[in-house]
C-alpha cells in the first residue's frame, strides 16, 4: 500500500512560519506532480499548492505571497513552507500525488495566540 506521510504540523502563533513534510516512495514521487491540499474545520478540502517533478510550481491565488512547495528529488521528500501565518490557515494539511490518486493521512496545523 502505497503511503505518504505527513509531517511538520504543530502549534504556531499568527506570523509565524511553518514548513510542513511528505515522505513518498520513490515509484510514486519520482515521475509525478505532487502537491498540498488543506482541509479548515468546517470547510471542504481545497487546494494549496502542486509542484512537477521538473519544479514547475503552481499556487492557490489567496497563498501564493505566502506559501512555498518545494522537493527534494534525491529523498523523495515534498515540503511546504509556510510564512506569515493566520488563524484562517487552521487546518489539516494533506501530501497528494494527484495523477495517482494517493494521498496522506494530513497533519494538523493550528494558527492561534
Known amino acids: 500500500q502505497v503511503q505518504l506521510v505527513e509531517s511538520g504540523g504543530g502549534l504556531v502563533q499568527p506570523g509565524g512560519s511553518l514548513t510542513l513534510s511528505c515522505a513518498a516512495p520513490?515509484?510514486?514521487?519520482?515521475?509525478?506532480?505532487m502537491g498540498w491540499s488543506r482541509q479548515r474545520p468546517g470547510k471542504q478540502r481545497e487546494f494549496v499548492a502542486t509542484?512537477?517533478?521538473?519544479?514547475?510550481?503552481h499556487y492557490a491565488h489567496s497563498l501564493m505571497d505566502r506559501f512555498i512547495i518545494s522537493r527534494d528529488n534525491a529523498k523523495n521528500l515534498l515540503l511546504l513552507q509556510m510564512n506569515n501565518l493566520k488563524p484562517e490557515d487552521t487546518a489539516v494539511y494533506y501530501c497528494?500525488?494527484?495523477?495517482?490518486?494517493?494521498w496522506g493521512q494530513g497533519t494538523k496545523v493550528t494558527i492561534s495566540s
Open positions: 509542484i512537477t517533478s521538473d519544479g514547475a510550481a
Open positions: 520513490e515509484s510514486i514521487f519520482r515521475f509525478n506532480p
Open positions: 497528494n500525488a494527484p495523477k495517482e490518486g494517493y
